[in-house]
């Protein structure tokens, strides 16, 4: 069985601050993809990043970054000089590799993220 | 029009109604799937379509029926629903092998 814990629930920061939001989980597969999406209040869950099991580089684009750590099973996310327009709901997800034609993930339960001006 | 549309936005409705949730998909997808978000909880699949056949039934009560006449369209038929039925159901599509879904709105679904 597959699993993503999101241990944090709600972060509070003020702008301008780095912020970190973790994710740890769960897989008997060999090979799979982990993903982060973002939920604005809108509603719609935006694609944020796809990484798989081989690729153990970290990952930067902007003032994103992700760490992934095969050892310790984690695939945190960082925003750098974190901004009011982050402020969403976060998610982690994890499919595996072998799931046919579609990408059936597992999700974690998201971490609400609040910038403050 | 681009990407993933769900009407409506927002849905009252009382546990003997029938109403129906509409998915549309302009992103020559082949998949589509149906996912339901409560508070507090994981995102749950519901169901899955590929090439408009169901692949993917996540064990749901039969009181939520789900339809695809073809690759671009989706619907959630509900009847007789409960008020832990509640919640945000969102529509998804995707396109090759393990590719990253692409999410609607979501319909906001209250059941009194």
């Not at chain 1, 990043?49 to 153990?56: G, H, K, L, Q, V």
């Not at chain 1, 945190?76 to 994890?94: E, H, K, P, R, W």
Request: net charge neutral; hydrophobic share 30%; with cysteine.
């Amino acid at each position: 069985a597959q699993k993503v814990t999101q241990a944090q629930t709600e972060i509070s920061v003020v702008e301008k601050e780095d912020v970190t939001l973790d994710c740890v989980y769960e897989t008997r597969d060999t090979t799979y993809y982990l993903f982060w999406y973002k939920q604005p209040p809108s509603g719609e869950l935006v694609f944020l990043i796809r990484r798989n099991s081989f690729d153990e580089q970290n990952e930067i684009s902007g003032r994103y970054s992700w760490n992934f750590q095969k050892s310790t099973s984690s695939f945190n996310f960082t925003i750098t000089a974190s901004q009011v327009v982050d402020s969403a709901v976060y998610f982690c997800a994890l499919s595996s590799y072998f799931t046919g034609a579609n990408s059936k993930l597992t999700f974690g339960k998201g971490i609400t993220l609040s910038v403050r001006p | 029009e681009t990407g993933v549309t769900q009407t409506p936005r927002h849905l009252v409705m009382g546990m003997t109604n029938k109403k129906s949730l509409k998915c549309e998909q302009h992103l020559g997808h082949n998949a589509m799937y149906w996912y339901k978000q409560s508070a507090k909880k994981p995102l749950e699949l519901m169901f899955v379509y590929n090439f408009k056949e169901q692949t993917e039934n996540n064990s749901v009560p039969s009181r939520f029926s789900p339809e695809c006449p073809n690759s671009s369209h989706l619907f959630l038929h509900l009847h007789t629903l409960q008020p832990e039925d509640s919640a945000l159901y969102l529509c998804a599509s995707s396109g090759e092998f393990n590719s990253p879904l692409h999410f609607g709105n979501g319909t906001r679904l209250t059941v009194t």
